[in-house]
């Protein structure tokens, strides 16, 4: 039976370069106390030295934003949701010609379940890459020299306090044959390559794949609901998903700005 599709779907092509990196940014949580100010400031000095061949995904929970009728206290941040929402324009403004997928997160969308007022659509309008949201689900597609590359994007939900949890839940989001499904919200530094095995009944072939599950980690400093439930206690980091750009040696790994 036909319908709406569950993903939304946007296609980059990428102009000639050896190697591209798509920075993966989530969880920033802007205006919590425990935002790691100088991870923040080593990801924008990454991108304006490598803004030539580098794009950016937004994958939720770009705002703290706690409400008073959401969970967390108020003490928990130092800016008010709209002081959050302002910060967030102030730094993607000059970014945002390199952006080419946003997503909501769960943190996000308190506004909208309060007030019906989407706080990404709105950020999206401001900075001029309305195009670029995806709501909750997308894939965002790169052609790089006769390369294809896909990336499905979502926040994620649920629990994950463990790497083993973050990971059942990557396989149980997965909806595409994307080569990466890309994850936030669990706050957990994770990347790991499988392989998918195609069958091209044409040339009577089967081809090997490489895929990646990626949790892209957080900007943040264990917060006290993790300390609170005894989560575990990691460093913050930002992953780089790196796509060759050379025509014939199509490759995809993993990195990450710590």
């Known amino acids: 039976m036909g319908g709406e599709s569950l993903l939304e779907f946007i296609r980059k092509k990428l102009k000639p370069h050896k190697e591209w990196n798509i920075l993966c940014l989530n969880d920033w949580h802007l205006g919590s106390h425990a935002v790691n100010e100088e991870l923040k400031n080593k990801i924008l000095s990454f991108i304006d030295s490598n803004r030539e061949n580098t794009r950016i995904l937004l994958n939720g929970d770009l705002f703290h934003n706690i409400t008073k009728h959401s969970k967390g206290s108020q003490k928990d941040q130092h800016l ?3 002081e959050q929402f302002d910060l967030a324009v102030e730094i993607f403004k000059p970014y945002a010609d ?3 997928g946003v997503t909501l997160g769960n943190h996000d969308w308190r506004t909208e379940d309060e007030t019906e007022i989407d706080l990404m659509l709105m950020f ?9 949201y995806l709501k909750y689900r997308g894939v965002v597609g790169y052609s790089a020299n006769k390369n294809f590359y896909s990336i499905e994007m979502f926040h994620g939900t649920g629990s ?4 083993a949890a973050a990971e059942r839940n990557l396989k149980k989001m997965k909806r595409s044959t994307a080569d990466v499904m890309y994850c936030g919200h669990w706050h957990k530094e994770y990347a790991k390559p499988y392989k998918e095995y195609h069958i091209d009944p044409y040339n009577h072939q089967v081809k090997e794949y490489k895929r990646w599950f990626l949790c892209g980690n957080t900007l943040v400093d264990t917060e006290s609901y993790a300390k609170k439930f005894s ?3 990691s460093f913050p980091s930002q992953a780089v998903i790196k796509l060759s750009g050379i025509k014939g040696k199509r490759s995809i790994e993993v990195e990450w700005i710590r």
């Open 98 to 100: 390199l952006i080419d």
């Open 80 to 82: 008010t949701p709209q």
């Open 124 to 132: 999206c309008k401001m900075i001029g890459i309305e195009d670029k």
């Open 160 to 163: 994950g306090a463990t790497i």
């Open 231 to 233: 989560y575990d206690e």
